[in-house]
């Protein structure tokens, strides 16, 4: 059977957050770029939580940054930054409901479980894998990963999050975001955003090796 990745998410506190309005309207703009470049598939409940199915699960890593930098990038103040958890569960899907959150299989299992594990600490971003080396290869540099990502200013937010969508040079970059080149080199330098790039392109090395026919 294929592997497919499920994300589950929900926002970070998010009845202390105001504008509610502005908040769901932002996380179903970041899921539907997912939807988008990624070919996803997602379901909103709750008002602030989702599931989304991926059926390239290499790029899980990728998607969950895409949707928690376009969050971040939208926050109303400092004080209060709007942020995701999200676990990502690597797997089959054996069953698939009318609705995403109706489904069933190893990949739903592993992402509820991470996300039971999300509870117990302060993590916002973990991975959940059905391989024997999958925690010691994915687990160590996703938390290093995540807490990066949890420390990114808007600014920084904004620029990793269409750097990441467009994969467009420092130059398209400035443009787009009618910045000088010199003020998205240093967003870039603050968002550490290299080596956020190293770590999605080593979740997405990683899952097609194991996944490999």
Do not use: C
């Not at 502005?22 to 988008?36: D, G, P, Y």
């Not at 990502?149 to 009618?178: C, G, H, M, P």
């Not at 910045?179 to 990683?206: C, F, G, K, P």
């Amino acid at each position: 059977m294929e592997t497919y990745a499920v994300l589950t998410g929900d926002i970070v506190k998010s009845r202390e957050i105001s504008p509610r309005a502005q908040l769901i309207r932002t996380l179903k703009e970041a899921l539907e770029t997912a939807s988008k470049t990624h070919q996803a598939e997602y379901d909103i409940y709750r008002g602030d939580s989702f599931q989304m199915v991926l059926p390239s699960a290499p790029a899980a890593a990728l998607v969950a940054i895409i949707i928690r930098s376009k969050l971040l990038s939208k926050s109303a103040k400092k004080s209060h930054p709007w942020d995701t958890r999200i676990s990502i569960g690597i797997g089959e899907i054996t069953y698939r409901g009318d609705k995403i959150t109706e489904s069933d299989g190893p990949a739903f299992l592993l992402s509820g479980q991470g996300m039971d594990e999300l509870d117990k600490s302060h993590r916002r971003l973990i991975i959940k894998a059905p391989w024997e080396q999958a925690d010691r290869s994915l687990s160590l540099v996703t938390r290093f990963a995540d807490d990066i990502i949890s420390n990114w200013s808007r600014y920084s937010a904004e620029t990793a999050f269409y750097s990441l969508v467009y994969d467009e040079s420092q130059n398209a970059l400035a443009k787009r975001l009618e910045r000088s080149q010199s003020t998205i080199n240093d967003r870039i330098a603050a968002a550490r955003l290299e080596l956020i790039r190293e770590y999605i392109l080593h979740v997405e090395e990683y899952v097609r090796w194991e996944t490999r026919a």
